[in-house]
């Protein structure tokens, strides 16, 4: 089944900086990337997603770039804010899986004022 | 819609007792995920229903795990007997066919002393 490899799995930044998450993937034949954020407690909610037949998608601050020639992709959130600090999972489905997500083991992003 | 539901939010049981988690997807979507989130594991997936129907419960960690969706309108996660490792958050999720987002519920944190 699909793989889904994320890093970092803690990162420290400070308000104003960006934040960089990566992930890779393992089945060629995914073709939905969405990025899920989970504060403390709740539940995890879309923030952004990308399909393969694009290579980058940007909303206001976050985007998200993928390569699927080297099976990765990436969330980029700039001008980071203290309410950005949670967990962030990066996930992969396609025609193998269904229509089910496999979810990277998370990021803990943390951003000091 | 009121989103995905789910119930109970918490539970506490004894080992060797059973446990019942119940979901209400969102009216209208045919895909219906179960998760189980750890701090070691992160967001495993359970088992997938689509149109009712169980496509992959290769995740279910063993027979003691069980999962029915007898309509579109509900389904139910039963443990039995429930051990101290199956202590968790349970995420029931729903999405529309396809590849597109996944909405979760607000989950069920079991615990089983």
């Known amino acids: 089944g699909e793989n889904v490899e994320q890093h970092p799995s803690t990162l420290s930044v400070q308000e104003g900086d960006s934040a960089v998450i990566k992930c890779t993937y393992s089945d060629s034949a995914s073709n939905y990337f969405p990025w899920y954020k989970q504060e403390l407690g709740k539940r995890p909610q879309l923030i952004i997603d990308i399909r393969s037949n694009v290579g980058e998608k940007k909303d206001q601050r976050i985007a998200v770039t993928l390569n699927k020639t080297a099976k990765h992709f990436s969330l980029h959130i700039t001008e980071t804010q203290p309410e950005d600090s949670a967990v962030y999972f990066c996930?992969?489905?396609?025609?193998?899986?269904?229509?089910?997500?496999?979810f990277g083991k998370g990021t803990s992003l943390l951003v000091t004022p | 819609d009121a989103g995905v539901i789910q119930s109970p939010r918490h539970e506490v049981t004894e080992m060797g007792q059973e446990v019942t988690l119940r979901c209400k997807p969102i009216?209208?979507?045919?895909?219906l995920f179960w998760y189980r989130q750890t701090m070691m594991r992160g967001l495993e997936l359970l088992i997938y229903?689509?149109?009712?129907?169980?496509?992959?419960d290769s995740g279910m960690p063993e027979d003691r795990f069980s999962a029915k969706m007898p309509n579109a309108s509900f389904s139910t996660l039963k443990i039995q007997p429930s051990e101290p490792r199956d202590s968790a958050v349970y995420f029931c999720a729903s999405s529309s066919q396809g590849y597109t987002e996944a909405f979760f519920g607000q989950g069920t944190r079991l615990t089983v002393v």
């Open positions: 229903f689509n149109n009712n129907v169980p496509i992959d």
């Open positions: 009216s209208g979507h045919n895909s």
């Open positions: 996930a992969a489905s396609g025609t193998n899986s269904g229509y089910a997500l496999n």
